[in-house]
C-alpha cells in the first residue's frame, strides 16, 4: 500500500470509527429512555461518554491494523483512482435534463390524476 492509499484508508476508517462512536451515544440515549437498567447506567460517565469513545477507538485499532482489511480497503482505493469522471459541462447538461423530465412527467401524471378524480366523482354522483 503507498502512502497516499494508506492516508485515504486512515482517513476513512477514522471517518467511519467516529460515525459508529456518535450512533453508539445515540442508541444509548434512545435506549435510556426505554429501558430503565439502561436509563442508570447512563447516569455514570464512564457509560455515557466511555463506552461510545471506547468502542469508536476499538474498532478504529481493529480496522487499521488488519492486513485483510488493509489489502481491501487498498483495492478499493486503487478501483475508485481508474474512474473516470463525466466533465462537468456533461453533468450540467445531463442535469437539466432529468430536471425536465422529471417536470414533464409530474404534468402527465397530475393530468392523469385529475382526469381519474374527475371520472371517480361522477361515478359516485
Same mark, same amino acid.
Given at each position: 500500500m503507498d502512502n497516499t492509499n494508506s492516508k485515504i484508508a486512515t482517513l476513512s476508517f477514522l471517518s467511519f470509527s467516529v460515525l459508529i462512536g456518535f450512533t453508539i451515544a445515540t442508541l444509548l440515549k434512545v435506549f435510556s429512555g426505554a429501558f430503565g437498567p439502561v436509563a442508570r447506567a447512563m447516569e455514570l460517565d464512564i457509560v455515557r461518554h466511555g463506552v461510545p469513545v471506547a468502542s469508536a477507538m476499538a474498532l478504529f485499532i481493529y480496522l487499521q491494523f488488519n492486513r485483510g482489511v488493509l489489502n481491501w480497503a487498498d483495492q478499493v482505493i486503487a478501483? =475508485?483512482?481508474?474512474?473516470?469522471?463525466?466533465?462537468?459541462?456533461?453533468?450540467?447538461?445531463?442535469? =437539466? !435534463? =432529468? !430536471? =425536465?423530465m422529471v417536470f414533464i412527467s409530474s404534468l402527465i401524471i397530475s393530468f392523469f390524476d385529475m382526469v381519474s378524480g374527475f371520472v371517480l366523482n361522477q361515478l359516485v354522483k
Open positions: 478501483e =475508485v483512482k481508474k474512474i473516470v469522471w463525466p466533465p462537468s459541462k456533461d453533468t450540467k447538461a445531463m442535469t =437539466v !435534463i =432529468v !430536471i =425536465v
